[in-house]
């Protein structure tokens, strides 16, 4: 699943607006927005924000692109 599926689903099942997430993580909503539609990054404190607003392990941001480094690494030796 992408960032951006599992990010909106995780918040809708919290019943709250990107404004709700954005407020009690104490960024701006459109940097929120950025990062749920996948077209930004979170920092590492973006990420333990929003994490903790949605209550996830806030690692899960930069899981994906680990396991895709690794794969790469991989598939160029």
Known sequence: MKLKEWLTKLRLEKDM???DVAKNADIPRTTYSSIEQ???RPSVENAMRIASVLDFEWTLF???ERRELTHKKEVSK
Do not use: P
């Open 62 to 64: 930069f899981e994906n």
């Open 17 to 19: 607006t990107q404004d």
């Open 38 to 40: 996948g077209r930004r």
